[in-house]
Structures are given as structure tokens and as C-alpha cells.
């Protein structure tokens, strides 16, 4: 039983990858025509030139997405993984783009050609400088490179353009010796999509330069496997601040993403997750509290397991980590997951000050200009970037260091929070 069913799961994998090949082939043959047609007027050594690197592309799409879904199908080569999803995403997004201009046109003459059929046939108009066909073919390949330098940018520059985000927090009852307090977030490393070393080394320096007084890592120190992370263990391991660095796990940091040999397998990876943490100086909270002392004011440091409402991963236990916290009269909560706000936090811990969030990456797209803010994020999550307020309770959600999938961010910079707190009611604008 065991032996058909993984037969049957490698037929799948196999029907996978030729149907993934099939969809390329159609795709490539409908788009070099319009390739074809722009390109007609041009020398010899240019049209081969063009030809050729368009077939060699169409060639290591067919050859990554059977390796992809054959040779790799248990997800061993994650980082080499992340990065075909989002160069091939990249370039055929960009040919789909083109489709769609090509397509309504090509669709129009189908019709007339049935239409000739069936009347007799209309006398052809003339005196068009450029045939219809012609600019189309034009229009596709300007519309095709709109994306595809859109999201070539996004890679290059936009995965690293890290902006600090400072926002102040005010609670009427907070004790004077936490009035400016400042905290820094980051979330979301995903180390194994990064690359740009001296790049990710500025975005610590970025949050070093702020002084916070404590720093708080809201998880997905990875994308699937411990071992992505140890190449940057020096780097991040350089977040320092006077009241400590905290931690917690995200959905990406157990290992439920890819195939183990065995649970002992998949214990240990998460195990040396936690030694990471404890490497680089990170005090991680797996459902518990650290209580620390500012001036003669406790504080209490809460952080959850990973718990999402569309998930199966349920981890996270805000009463666990309630446990043994003390009185104190602020309680700073580290929830990965933002939707564990709304389903847990709010409902039945309203002793929670604050809870710190990552998880959406701000979906690493969108447009956010002056009060105006927009995301595909939004559709999906009712906090997806930024302050919240209900009541007492605020929420931040971070939008993240790094990426996930696509390698790259439009218009949804990675993101280093400083949130101060203050004594007191919010202004009036």
C-alpha cells in the first residue's frame, strides 16, 4: 500500500511537470510570433539573436519545472527553489502580459474568418501606415517588459531597499519609567532567500542606528531548513540593545513545509532553529515570559508559538505564556501570526498592552503614498501592515525584512520598525 501510494505520488509529480511543460510550449510558440513579427525588419545576426534566446529561456523553464516537480519534489534544494519559482514567475508573468494583448485581436479574426465563411467577404480597407498586426505585435512586447522591469527592479532593488518606520504608541496608563521607551521590530528574515550580504548588513545597521532600548524578532528566521540561516548567524547575531533581544518562531521556522525521513528528523532541524536563536543572542520565547526591570517598574516580554486561523498550525498559548508573569501594569505580547489578534488576544486577554506581528509581508506588493494605502494583503488580512487600535489594545504588524516566493518587494519595502511608547492619549490632528 505504502509503495502504490508513493508511486501514485510520483505519476502525480510526473503529470505535474508535463502539464507545466505543455502550458510553457503553448505560451512560448503564441508569443514568438508576435517576437517574430517585430523583429522581421531587423538584420539577420538580431533576429537570430532574438530567436535563440527566446527558445534557451522556454528551454530552462520546461528543464527547472521538471526538475522542480521530479528531481526535487521533496524540497531539499530550497534556495535553489525560491529562486526559479521567482525568475521563471518573473518572465512569464511578463509573456502572460503579452497574451493578453495578443489574444482579443487574435480571437476578433477568428471570428471574422468564420464570419467570411458563412457572408461574402468585405472589401479590405487601405491605406494604413502600419498593419494592425504589426503594432499589436509592438504593443505586446511594450506591455511584456512593463512587468518584467517592474519586477527585475523589485529583485535587484527592492528586495534590500530597507526603510525604518517609527510610530508612537500611547497608552493612558502607562507607568512614567516606560514613557520612551523604544523598541525596534524586525520580522521575517527568510534567510534562505536572501543574497545581498553587504545589503542585509545595512538594514542592521539601519536598526543599530536607532538605539532601541529593546529589539523584538517576530519570526520566520527561514524559509524551510535550519541550516539557511547559519551563513548570516555573524550579522543578525549584531541586533544588541540595552534591555535584550526577543524572539519567537513564525510558520516557516517548524519544518511542516517540506518532506522529513522521520518526526526525530524534523525535531532536530527545529532544535538547531532554537540554537540559532540562542547564537546569535536572541532570548526565543516558545509560549512563555520574561519579566524585566525599568527603573522600578516590571515588564512583562510574552511570546507565542506560531498560531494561524487559516492554518493547521495552532502552537501558540497566550495563557502558557502568561504563566508566572507577575503584576506588572505592561504586557508586551510577540505573536507571529496578526490574525491571533483578532481570534484570540482581543477576545480573552485584554490585559495585553501590545502585540507585535509580522507574517503578511505587506504581500511584498503594493502602494503606499501619504495616508493612502493599498495591498493584495488587504483582501486576505484585516491587519496587514502597520498600527491598529481596538480599544486599549494595539496591535503593529511589520512588514518584513525579506521575502518569500518571489525574491523580490514592489512598493512594500522591507521594513524596520521603532515604536515608542508614551505616556498618555494620542493627539488630535
Same mark, same amino acid.
Given at each position: 500500500?505504502?509503495?502504490?501510494?508513493?508511486?501514485?505520488?510520483?505519476?502525480?509529480?510526473?503529470?505535474?511537470?508535463?502539464?507545466?511543460?505543455?502550458?510553457?510550449?503553448?505560451?512560448?510558440?503564441?508569443?514568438?510570433?508576435?517576437?517574430?513579427?517585430?523583429?522581421?525588419?531587423?538584420?539577420?545576426?538580431?533576429?537570430?539573436?532574438?530567436?535563440?534566446?527566446?527558445?534557451?529561456?522556454?528551454?530552462? *523553464? %520546461?528543464? +527547472? @519545472?521538471?526538475?522542480?516537480?521530479? #528531481?526535487?519534489? &521533496?524540497?531539499?534544494? =530550497?534556495?535553489?527553489?525560491?529562486?526559479?519559482?521567482?525568475?521563471?514567475?518573473?518572465?512569464?508573468?511578463?509573456?502572460?502580459?503579452?497574451?493578453?494583448?495578443?489574444?482579443?485581436?487574435?480571437?476578433?479574426?477568428?471570428?471574422?474568418?468564420?464570419?467570411?465563411?458563412?457572408?461574402?467577404?468585405?472589401?479590405?480597407?487601405?491605406?494604413?501606415?502600419?498593419?494592425?498586426?504589426?503594432?499589436?505585435?509592438?504593443? *505586446? %512586447?511594450? +506591455? @511584456?517588459?512593463?512587468?518584467?522591469? #517592474?519586477?527585475? &527592479?523589485?529583485?535587484? =532593488?527592492?528586495?534590500?531597499?530597507?526603510?525604518?518606520?517609527?510610530?508612537?504608541?500611547?497608552?493612558?496608563?502607562?507607568?512614567?519609567?516606560?514613557?520612551?521607551?523604544?523598541?525596534?521590530?524586525?520580522?521575517?528574515?527568510?534567510?534562505?532567500?536572501?543574497?545581498?550580504?553587504?545589503?542585509?548588513?545595512?538594514?542592521?545597521?539601519?536598526?543599530?542606528?536607532?538605539?532601541?532600548?529593546?529589539?523584538?524578532?517576530?519570526?520566520?528566521?527561514?524559509?524551510?531548513?535550519?541550516?539557511?540561516?547559519?551563513?548570516?548567524?555573524?550579522?543578525?547575531?549584531?541586533?544588541?540593545?540595552?534591555?535584550?533581544?526577543?524572539?519567537?518562531?513564525?510558520?516557516?521556522?517548524?519544518?511542516?513545509?517540506?518532506?522529513?525521513?522521520?518526526?526525530?528528523?524534523?525535531?532536530?532541524?527545529?532544535?538547531?532553529?532554537?540554537?540559532?536563536?540562542?547564537?546569535?543572542?536572541?532570548?526565543?520565547?516558545?509560549?512563555?515570559?520574561?519579566?524585566?526591570?525599568?527603573?522600578?517598574?516590571?515588564?512583562?516580554?510574552?511570546?507565542?508559538?506560531?498560531?494561524?486561523?487559516?492554518?493547521?498550525?495552532?502552537?501558540?498559548?497566550?495563557?502558557?505564556?502568561?504563566?508566572?508573569?507577575?503584576?506588572?501594569?505592561?504586557?508586551?505580547?510577540?505573536?507571529?501570526?496578526?490574525?491571533?489578534?483578532?481570534?484570540?488576544?482581543?477576545?480573552?486577554?485584554?490585559?495585553?498592552?501590545?502585540?507585535?506581528?509580522?507574517?503578511?509581508?505587506?504581500?511584498?506588493?503594493?502602494?503606499?503614498?501619504?495616508?493612502?494605502?493599498?495591498?493584495?494583503?488587504?483582501?486576505?488580512?484585516?491587519?496587514?501592515?502597520?498600527?491598529?487600535?481596538?480599544?486599549?489594545?494595539?496591535?503593529?504588524?511589520?512588514?518584513?525584512?525579506?521575502?518569500?516566493?518571489?525574491?523580490?518587494?514592489?512598493?512594500?519595502?522591507?521594513?524596520?520598525?521603532?515604536?515608542?511608547?508614551?505616556?498618555?492619549?494620542?493627539?488630535?490632528?
Amino acid at each position: 500500500m505504502v509503495l502504490y501510494a508513493m508511486d501514485g505520488l510520483a505519476l502525480f509529480r510526473l503529470d505535474t511537470a508535463l502539464i507545466a511543460a505543455l502550458i510553457i510550449v503553448v505560451v512560448d510558440v503564441y508569443i514568438f510570433r508576435a517576437l517574430r513579427g517585430v523583429l522581421q525588419h531587423t538584420s539577420r545576426a538580431v533576429r537570430l539573436a532574438g530567436y535563440t534566446v527566446h527558445w534557451i529561456i522556454m528551454t530552462a *523553464a %520546461i528543464v +527547472a @519545472a521538471g526538475w522542480y516537480y521530479v #528531481a526535487d519534489p &521533496l524540497n531539499f534544494y =530550497s534556495i535553489t527553489r525560491e529562486w526559479l519559482v521567482g525568475i521563471f514567475a518573473t518572465v512569464y508573468l511578463s509573456k502572460i502580459t503579452a497574451l493578453g494583448v495578443l489574444l482579443p485581436d487574435d480571437l476578433r479574426r477568428v471570428a471574422l474568418r468564420i464570419r467570411k465563411k458563412l457572408q461574402p467577404a468585405a472589401t479590405a480597407s487601405s491605406g494604413i501606415p502600419i498593419p494592425r498586426s504589426e503594432f499589436l505585435n509592438k504593443t *505586446a %512586447i511594450i +506591455a @511584456a517588459s512593463v512587468p518584467l522591469t #517592474a519586477l527585475t &527592479l523589485g529583485i535587484l =532593488s527592492g528586495a534590500h531597499d530597507y526603510r525604518v518606520v517609527r510610530r508612537n504608541i500611547y497608552l493612558p496608563n502607562l507607568p512614567r519609567a516606560f514613557d520612551g521607551l523604544r523598541i525596534g521590530q524586525l520580522s521575517d528574515i527568510h534567510a534562505g532567500t536572501l543574497f545581498n550580504r553587504t545589503a542585509i548588513q545595512g538594514g542592521v545597521d539601519l536598526l543599530m542606528a536607532e538605539k532601541p532600548d529593546l529589539i523584538f524578532f517576530t519570526g520566520d528566521l527561514v524559509n524551510y531548513y535550519s541550516r539557511e540561516i547559519q551563513p548570516y548567524i555573524s550579522l543578525f547575531g549584531r541586533l544588541r540593545a540595552p534591555l535584550g533581544v526577543f524572539s519567537i518562531t513564525g510558520n516557516h521556522d517548524y519544518g511542516d513545509y517540506v518532506w522529513w525521513p522521520s518526526d526525530e528528523a524534523k525535531q532536530e532541524n527545529f532544535q538547531l532553529l532554537q540554537a540559532a536563536h540562542r547564537e546569535m543572542g536572541y532570548r526565543l520565547l516558545l509560549n512563555e515570559n520574561q519579566m524585566i526591570q525599568v527603573g522600578n517598574e516590571p515588564l512583562a516580554i510574552l511570546g507565542t508559538e506560531n498560531w494561524s486561523l487559516s492554518r493547521r498550525q495552532k502552537y501558540g498559548d497566550v495563557a502558557k505564556a502568561l504563566q508566572g508573569a507577575g503584576d506588572t501594569d505592561l504586557r508586551l505580547l510577540l505573536a507571529h501570526d496578526p490574525t491571533y489578534w483578532d481570534a484570540v488576544v482581543r477576545k480573552q486577554y485584554p490585559m495585553i498592552d501590545i502585540t507585535f506581528s509580522g507574517h503578511t509581508h505587506g504581500y511584498q506588493c503594493g502602494v503606499e503614498v501619504g495616508g493612502f494605502r493599498w495591498s493584495p494583503a488587504q483582501y486576505r488580512y484585516r491587519q496587514w501592515a502597520d498600527l491598529y487600535q481596538e480599544g486599549p489594545q494595539h496591535l503593529y504588524v511589520n512588514r518584513g525584512f525579506g521575502c518569500i516566493g518571489y525574491p523580490g518587494r514592489l512598493g512594500m519595502a522591507p521594513e524596520l520598525t521603532v515604536l515608542t511608547l508614551r505616556t498618555g492619549y494620542r493627539p488630535q490632528a
